[in-house]
């Protein structure tokens, strides 16, 4: 991944690189609508995966958010997708760690014709993501051997750099291959948008950002998340009777900005989707506006 990609991945990553112990909150919600505007939470309970399974089951998109570098986020996305496929067979799983042309390069991986090293290799994983591919490597393997479908979510590198330093008018028409069309990439989420720009300027003020335009930082996070919210709305309306898993990390998730109102925006009637913030901190949920539909708690 190149340095102004990482440089975009870091600062929205910054606040969330705690792996602190928290409560499973749970609000009253409706992901569904495609708005900023969020319930509040108006209840805080202890809860297990048991107990909110039945809801999370009437789900079309669940949403689980992770710190990138905690391996106890990674072992929690594992244990509920397998809880969630004890209740339905039909899951599918959504990975931002893999850009949109590897797709067939995991499919051939989950049909057994390449070999997961080939996966790897094949994909660019480490060049194009850079994380541990143990991490990631259980849901994978996971979901080869119960034949559920992975979806290669993530805009290519180069495209998102591009975009970074020179905006979206910069790219070719090969360049806009696996992004959505121009038209749909929205940056008009005010709140969004400060929400960003206090990451960016945070970071800037730390010494971390270079010279990168703030409207075209912006514009790239943004593509991201169209970019991932386009290929699960295709997948989720191709398959009605699938639901979508998606693991992404937590600022593409919070307050439903990035990719739930996205996805919830393609369709023309109400998506229930629900969002969980793994081993975020209880201090998030101050404030009037609910950051997500749970928080996971880990084991200590």
């Not at 996966?119 to 060049?127: A, F, G």
């Not at 850079?130 to 991490?135: A, I, L």
């Given at each position: ?13 910054i ?7 928290v ?6 919600h409706n ?7 969020q319930?509040q ?6 809860v ?5 399974l039945p ?12 710190t990138?570098?905690?391996t106890?986020?990674?072992e ?17 799983i ?20 390449i ?14 993501w ?15 051997t ?16 591009k975009?970074?330093?020179s ?20 940056t ?17 003020h ?6 990168l335009?703030?409207d ?37 998730i919070?307050?439903d ?33 609910a ?6 708690e880990?084991?200590?």
């Amino acid at each position: 991944m190149g340095t102004i990609t990482k440089v975009v991945v870091y600062s929205l990553g910054i606040f969330f690189l705690c792996t602190t112990p928290v409560f499973a909150q749970h609000k009253q919600h409706n992901s569904s609508t495609a708005t900023s505007q969020q319930q509040q939470i108006e209840t805080v309970n202890l809860v297990s995966l048991p107990e909110v399974l039945p809801e999370w089951k009437k789900a079309r998109v669940i949403y689980l958010g992770e710190t990138h570098n905690s391996t106890k986020d990674h072992e929690a996305q594992l244990a509920i997708i397998q809880a969630l496929t004890r209740e339905n067979s039909k899951i599918a799983i959504a990975m931002e760690m893999f850009q949109r042309p590897a797709q067939d390069i995991l499919d051939q991986y989950l049909a057994g014709e390449i070999t997961e090293a080939e996966l790897v290799k094949q994909s660019e994983y480490e060049q194009r993501w850079g994380f541990p591919w143990e991490y990631y490597a259980p849901l994978v393997r996971f979901a080869k051997t119960n034949q559920l479908p992975v979806l290669a979510l993530n805009t290519p590198t180069e495209v998102t750099r591009k975009v970074a330093r020179s905006g979206l008018e910069s790219l070719t028409s090969a360049e806009q291959e696996h992004i959505p069309p121009l038209s749909e990439i929205r940056t008009d989420n005010a709140d969004y948008r400060n929400l960003i720009q206090g990451f960016y300027q945070q970071h800037h003020h730390a010494g971390h950002s270079n010279s990168l335009n703030f409207d075209n930082f912006f514009t790239a996070q943004v593509l991201w998340d169209e970019t991932m919210a386009e290929k699960i709305a295709l997948f989720a309306q191709a398959n009605p009777d699938y639901q979508v898993v998606v693991i992404a990390g937590q600022g593409h998730i919070i307050y439903d900005y990035g990719i739930p109102s996205r996805v919830a925006r393609r369709f023309n009637h109400q998506l229930e989707q629900i969002s969980v913030l793994l081993g975020a901190q209880p201090e998030k949920l101050a404030g009037e506006n609910a950051i997500a539909d749970y928080l996971w708690e880990h084991p200590f």
